[in-house]
């Protein structure tokens, strides 16, 4: 299948690279082909593994479009292996341990074929349990701004990540930046991002499309966090540098970083469902970095405090 121009009738191709993750790709692999539709792809990169992951996929028959399994040089290089087999007008990642909403694909679907001029989405940022239960999600719409992310700005020190599993965008986004630098081991998802921000707005859409599977110690980006820093540091080495005050108030810890994202703001688009007339509708104002409100912050900050 040939991706089309036909801005009504898009295409969306979903990569998933796994490795050893039996106990919850099952879920994964399911939230994405329970929503495709007639033309769009799911491509599974599994690097070899040594439990039933691969069988797992396997046992999905040929719902999954592309099934790879082989030894590759690590998540980013199986990804970027997916994509060179992706055919979509529209394209995303899935790690094998996070989920897509059930409605994402025909939210996606509409936002792009709605709204031309856009390019990159997020959706609002959602979290499970290691259980599987969806424990909250960030629901403020808020800016974000291309040279702050363009700049590396968006870390967590300063403006917090940007959620990977939210993201989509279309194909011709991917082409204009070559995709992944796979020599970052762990934060090809953050450089990919600073070299999006050159050429397209990064728009929240007010709901959530994913949500990112909590298991501290167990993920690489909590077991392996001073490597993945070192990564970002050597992205961010020749751009920019965050106002001094920014910086000076982010080391006071998370309570002072939270509040400076609260009062930092840009006049930036966002994606609404307007309840009367039940279409997608984009308004642009002035708006904070923060994706949660002033309670919520209170409340996270008090129950952080009480544990």
Avoid at 143 to 159: C, T, V
Wanted: aromatic share 10%; charged share 25%.
């Amino acid at each position: 299948m040939q991706h089309t121009d036909n801005k009504n009738d898009l295409s969306i191709s979903v990569v998933t690279a796994a490795w050893n993750m039996e106990d919850l790709v099952g879920e994964t692999i399911r939230s994405v082909l329970d929503q495709k539709a007639p033309g769009d792809q799911y491509v599974f990169i599994d690097g070899a593994s040594t439990d039933r992951t691969a069988e797992i996929a396997r046992s999905f028959g040929d719902r999954i479009d592309v099934m790879i399994s082989e030894p590759d040089d690590g998540q980013y290089h199986a990804i970027q292996k997916g994509f060179e087999h992706a055919t979509g007008d529209i394209l995303a990642w899935i790690n094998a341990d996070d989920i897509l909403m059930p409605w994402t694909f025909k939210v996606v679907r509409e936002v792009f074929s709605r709204f031309p001029q856009v390019d990159w989405i997020t959706g609002s940022p959602g979290f499970l349990s290691d259980s599987g239960q969806l424990t909250r999600v960030h629901t403020k719409l808020p800016a974000y701004p291309r040279r702050f992310i363009a700049n590396g700005w968006f870390q967590k020190e300063h403006g917090a990540y940007l959620q990977q599993e939210s993201m989509f965008w279309r194909r011709s986004l991917w082409e204009k930046t070559g995709g992944l630098d796979i020599s970052y081991s762990l934060a090809a998802d953050f450089d990919l991002w600073t070299r999006f921000a050159q050429h397209a707005d990064l728009v929240p859409v007010d709901v959530p499309l994913a949500a990112f599977r909590e298991r501290p110690g167990l993920q690489r980006s909590s077991s392996a966090e001073d490597r993945y820093q070192a990564e970002v540091e050597a992205i961010c080495k020749d751009k920019p540098a965050p106002s001094a005050i920014w910086t000076w108030v982010a080391g006071k810890g998370l309570a002072a970083r939270s509040a400076t994202r609260l009062v930092i703001s840009a006049k930036a688009p966002a994606i609404a469902y307007d309840r009367r007339d039940r279409v997608w509708k984009m308004t642009t104002r002035r708006r904070s970095l923060s994706r949660v409100s002033f309670g919520s912050m209170l409340d996270e900050y008090q129950m952080l405090r009480s544990g």
